[in-house]
Nanobody, 117 residues
Framework: QVQLVESGGGLVQPGGSLRLSCVVSGSIFSIAVMGWYRQAPGKERELVAEITRGDSTNYADSVKGRFTISRDNAKNTVYLQMNSLKAEDTAVYYC???????????WGKGTVVAVSA
């Protein structure tokens, strides 16, 4: 089974930055796709960014140019660097992993990002 542990959330002012981390149990090479999703109160969960085993990336239009997804294979960790944060970015951010071969999906418990003056 895959276990995901997110960290790095918190309160930040508009225009500020945060870096979220997601540590994956076992080898990150067992994972086909890693993604960051977010869910704000009253809204459905949406894709923020994803990265494949082959290092292809995809971003939501609302975060392009501001957010960057990356990984450190040696540390079995995926990151989401968030710059120029806006109030609209306020949400619970979740890490998602899709495992190779079985293609089953796993979710972290989430970390809260609050952007407010």
């Amino acid at each position: 089974q895959v276990q995901l542990v997110e960290s790095g959330g918190g309160l930040v002012q508009p225009g500020g930055s945060l870096r979220l981390s997601c540590v994956v149990s076992g080898s990150i090479f067992s994972i086909a796709v890693m993604g960051w999703y977010r869910q704000a109160p009253g809204k459905e969960r949406e894709l923020v960014a994803e990265i494949t085993r082959g290092d292809s990336t995809n971003y939501a239009d609302s975060v392009k140019g501001r957010f960057t997804i990356s990984r450190d294979n040696a540390k079995n960790t995926v990151y989401l660097q968030m710059n120029s944060l806006k109030a609209e970015d306020t949400a619970v951010y979740y890490c998602k992993a899709v495992r190779r071969w079985l293609m089953d999906a796993y979710w972290g418990k989430g970390t809260v990002v609050a952007v407010s003056a």
